[in-house]
Structure formats: C-alpha cells, structure tokens
C-alpha cells in the first residue's frame, strides 16, 4: 500500500488496522496473573460472586464495603465493582478472562476515538487513523489495561462514548454514558467544563452554558450520592504550605505531560515527594511549560477541535493533580501514577496527530508517515515491555523494590508473593524491611507472626500479632491468627477470649470459620 493511499482508507479497514495495533500491543498481558489490589477487588472479595438480583446494592455502597474493609470509605465507583462482578460470572477466577475483556475493552475506546476523530476533522481522515493508533499503543496504557482490577478502562469506556454521542448531538445517550462515567470514577465530574469549550465555540457563551446544564445537573446527582456513601467529597488534604502545593502540582503537571511526550522511563510506583523552591529546575520547567502551554492555547484558540483537545487533558487531570502525594499505595503516598493518564491520552494522541497532519504539507506527507510507523513501532516495544512488570506479583514488586527500596507497601507484596511460593525465609527477609520503613504496619506484624507461625515458632507469631492488635484494634483477621497460634502453643482459655473477638470483627469472608467456631460453643 502506498503511503498516500493509507489517507483514502475506508473505515473497515481503518478499524482492522487499529484491532491488530492493539492485540499486538497488549497480547502479552494474556498471561498476566492478578496483581496487587486484584486480591481486594477480585480473588479474595467476598461478594464477587454477587448474584445479579443483587447488583443494585452495589449503588448504595462505598467500592472497598464490597471488599469488606469499612474503614477505607474514599471512593464510590459502584461501575466498576458492577463490571469485576459481571466478568467474574463470564470467567470466574480465571485472569486470563479479565485480561481479554479490558484487551477488548480498549479496542472499543480506540476505535470510538477514531469515529471521534472522524468527527472532529472529517475532512482529515488521516488525522483519526494516526491519533487512535497512538492512543491504542501508548506505553501510559500499560496498568490500566494490563492489570486485571484496573478501573481506567471501563472508566474512559463511558468517558469516550458520552464525548462521541455529544458530537453526535444524540443528547439523552450522551447522558446516560456521562452518568455512568461518573459512577466510575471521580474525576468525570472534570467533563462539563470540558464539553463547554466545545459547545460555546459552536453556540455562544450563553446556549452553550444552557447545553451543557444537564451534565452538571448529573453531577449534583451524583455528588450527593458520594456524600451519602463515602466519607469525603473533594479528597484529602496535606497540610503543607501553599507555596509549596503550588510547586509541587506545577512539577507533577510537567511529569505528567512529559510521560504523554516521552513515555520512558515508565514506573509502577512513584514516591511522594514536594517542592519548596522556584529555584529549583522543575519548577522552572513547569513554568516554562506553562507559558508555552498559554501561548499555544492562544495561537490556536479560532480551532475549536484543536483548542479542546489541547485543554481537555488538563481538564481532566486537575482533580488528581489537586491531589499530588496524597494517594496510597500500602502506606507510602504516591506522588503521580500513570495509569490516570488513560483518559487525557485520548484527547492528546489527537492532538498531536491533527498537529502534525496539519503542520506537514503534501510534499512531505512521506515523512510523517514514516514517523507514525516508527512511533508506533517504539510506543508498542515499551508497552509490551512495561506489562511484563504485571505479570505477577514477584515480577511487580522486585521492580518497584529495585526503584523504591524504602517502599514499605512492595516490601510486604514481595514477602507476601514469596511466602505463596513457601520461600519463607525470603518472604521474612523483605516483611522485616517493610517494617523498617513502617514500624506499626498491622499488615506487615500479621504477616511476620504468620511466617513465624509456620516455622513453628509461636512466642513470636504471638507477640507480632499483638502487636498489629494494639496498632490497629479493629483487624479481625489478627484476633484469628492470634487465637489459633495461642492455642497451638496450649493457652486455649487465652485463645477463647480471641476467638470471641474474632467474632465479632470478621469480615464477611471468614463466614464459614465463624460459623465452626459457633458450633463449638464460642
């Protein structure tokens, strides 16, 4: 095929061509086992196995209540719980299954982007083939679609249809998608000011504010709904000085567009870090990045597609820039992380498309598509290497351990991953330094009086379970471990008074065993 032809492409094969970018792109991640908060959300959730007469209960609940953890009311995302159930009925505990649905998942949002894109530039074809194959492969792309309990996917599912429906002017179905992206994750509470600069480019100020009053009305809806369910409505707070919130966002805006740009080197895990200077080199950066932000948002303020595309990311990620350092891995605070990046690489991978079409004129047309082909080749190299890190939970938390090595959180995953294995003496090794960067983690103490448990030595396993005990009162799971280590160790009236309290604080997955322990009379 000559290059020039690639523009006359009809959307049949527009479409294949996008298919095999992403099968080939993310293939790998076939063979993916669940990972990190997969466990939470998936394996060992009590209620994934909800029957569908009971899914509407998942709207009255905060996302980790399904898990059983009440102490974590953060985020309501009843979506996202309702899809994990559903593709648990089609695969059941099979990682495979759920790998293929978020693989097929991300197809449908790159071939929508594509019709987004027909939209936008219908009289560039070209520009929607380049910026959806970006967007099929980019390297940012790799956790949301390559983890299993991922939300990004399902999230910018809905996200993409309601913007392409609203393009469409197909109001009522814009709507429902925008709702239910909302019902995904937070930060769609972004989209309206987003669909504004779109609708008052076409209709004016005042009928496009009018067009755009039913998403915020949505909103509303839905705010009330998180205050109901959820212990906040805007996110932590740190309590650090302003100045310092400020530089800190503006450098974590910088590293956010700079793995949009150039998404290498990629991580799992990026540690909490601030700002205290305008001195210092990233902050220079992100100021300089600012002004060039401006002066590019001015030139091409007339282009009403141009203009959104270049605006929407940043739309879209204020909300998790707000909240820089405050999100939690374990423990540790992460500063950025990339899978927040699935929905402003949308818009971006347009942008940048549509920049260069319209920059490069026909007699060097060869040359840009030279440079698709390779961007292509290299963006999909690093996706695929960047999944191997998911692969499991060895293969994750060695990388980010050999990044992080004070991640207290990927200490105890590696020792947790190795303890699966029965490498205990290697599981103990990495629990006891996740304990060097976090003293009082009960998680860590239950799972160094477990080790100790199974190598027999039960005056230890009892003095770490208490530990986690006094640290965190309200564990049940502790007040088991506690109780059957005290009565292999012969303190049986000792291990009664903990069997009660198990009792009382267990989660709903430890149904069964509370229901053994009843028929033995405690």
């Known amino acids: 095929m000559k290059w020039s032809s690639l523009e006359q492409v009809s959307s049949v094969k527009s479409y294949i061509i996008l298919a095999l970018i992403v099968t080939a792109a993310f293939a790998y991640s076939l063979q993916n086992s669940f990972v990190w908060d997969d466990y ?24 980790w209540k399904i898990e059983g953890a009440e102490f974590r009311r953060v985020y309501y995302r ?8 559903l593709n648990y009925k089609i695969w059941g505990p099979n990682p495979w299954g759920f790998h293929l649905t978020n693989i097929l998942l991300h197809m449908i949002c790159v071939v929508i982007l594509y019709r987004v894109g027909l939209l936008l530039f219908s009289t560039e074809k070209l520009i929607a083939l380049i910026g959806a194959s970006v967007f099929a492969v980019h390297p940012v792309n790799n956790e949301p679609v390559g983890r299993a309990a991922s939300g990004e996917v399902i999230f910018g599912f809905f996200v993409i249809f309601s913007l392409y429906f609203f393009l469409k002017e197909k109001k009522y179905l814009s709507w429902i998608t925008f709702f239910l992206a909302l019902l995904s994750k937070e930060v769609a509470v972004m989209m309206p000011f987003a669909l504004l600069i779109l609708t008052t480019h076409k209709k004016g100020l005042k009928k496009g504010m009018f067009e755009v009053i039913p998403y915020a009305a949505l909103v509303g809806i839905y705010l009330v709904l998180r205050v109901l369910f959820t212990d906040t409505v805007l996110g932590g707070w740190v ?15 910088l590293d956010y567009v700079r793995l949009l740009v150039i998404p290498y080197p990629l991580s799992a895990f990026y540690p909490a870090r601030w700002y205290t200077s305008i001195f210092e080199p990233k902050v220079l ?8 932000g401006l002066l590019l948002a001015f030139k091409i303020r007339k282009d009403k597609a141009m203009f959104f595309l270049l605006i ?22 992460m500063y950025i992380a990339e899978r927040f990046l699935y929905i402003p690489a949308l818009s971006f991978s347009l942008f940048v498309s549509a920049y260069f079409v319209k920059l490069t004129g026909d007699a060097r047309r060869k040359y840009l598509m030279i440079g698709w082909v390779l961007v292509i080749i290299i963006f999909a190299a690093i996706t695929i290497s960047s999944n191997m ?17 004070n991640a207290a959180f990927a200490h105890q995953g590696l020792g947790d991953a190795y303890k699966e294995i029965g490498k205990l003496d290697d599981a103990m090794n990495h629990w006891l330094k996740a304990l060097e960067s976090d003293l009082d983690n009960p998680l860590i103490l239950n799972s160094v009086g477990n080790a100790y448990y199974l190598k027999g030595d039960y005056n230890k396993a009892i003095n770490a379970y208490k530990m986690a005990i006094r640290v965190f009162p309200q564990m049940g799971e502790v007040y088991y471990n506690l109780a059957i280590t005290l009565e292999k160790a012969g303190r049986k009236e000792e291990a009664k008074v903990y069997y009660k309290k198990f009792i009382k604080l267990a989660p709903e997955s430890y149904r069964g065993i509370i229901s053994e322990l009843r028929e033995k009379g405690l």
């Open 78 to 85: 009843p979506m996202v719980m309702t899809f994990h159930i």
């Open 40 to 63: 939470g959300l998936i394996v060992d959730n009590p209620k994934i196995a909800l029957p569908i007469r009971e899914i509407p209960t998942l709207f009255i609940s905060h996302l």
């Open 285 to 292: 950066l992100a100021a300089l990045l600012f002004i060039l």
């Open 239 to 253: 309590a650090q000085p302003i100045l310092t919130r400020t530089f800190t966002m503006a450098v974590a805006t």
């Open 389 to 405: 890190i998911w692969k499991n939970n060895i293969t994750l938390f060695e990388k980010i351990v050999e990044e992080s090595p």
């Open 312 to 333: 929407f990311p940043f739309i879209m990620l204020a909300p998790v820039i707000w909240r820089v350092n405050t999100f939690t891995a374990g423990r540790d605070l």
